[in-house]
């Protein structure tokens, strides 16, 4: 089993910054990727960036430039940092980890809400 415990959300200005972690413990030998999802209110769950293990990214659109994902295999732990932030960037925003031959594992959910 992979368990997932998230830090880092609350509530800011727009145009500010937020720094998401992810903490993996467990069977993290069989995770291949990690990422963020957020599903904000009334839509539906999206991926916001992913990590493989090789290092290789992919963000949605809608956050490249201002977002920027990273893993620190040493500690089992993967980031977002979130820079610039906009009211359409508010949700709860979910830790996932994909793996090899077994079930994919989720976060719990940390909620991100960017308002004056």
């Known amino acids: 089993q992979v368990q997932l415990v998230e830090s880092g959300g609350g509530l800011v200005q727009p145009g500010g910054s937020l720094r998401l972690s992810c903490a993996a413990s467990?069977?993290?030998?069989?995770?291949?990727?990690m990422g963020w999802y957020r599903q904000g209110p009334g839509k539906p769950r999206e991926l916001v960036a992913r990590i493989y293990n090789s290092g290789i990214t992919n963000y949605v659109d809608s956050v490249k430039g201002r977002f920027t994902i990273a893993r620190d295999n040493a500690k089992d732990t993967v980031y977002l940092q979130m820079d610039t932030l906009k009211p359409a960037d508010t949700g709860v925003y979910y830790c996932?980890?994909?793996?090899?031959?077994?079930?994919?594992?989720w976060g719990q959910g940390t909620q991100v809400t960017v308002s004056s």
């Open positions: 996932h980890a994909g793996r090899m031959g077994a079930l994919d594992s």
């Open positions: 467990g069977s993290v030998s069989s995770i291949y990727s």
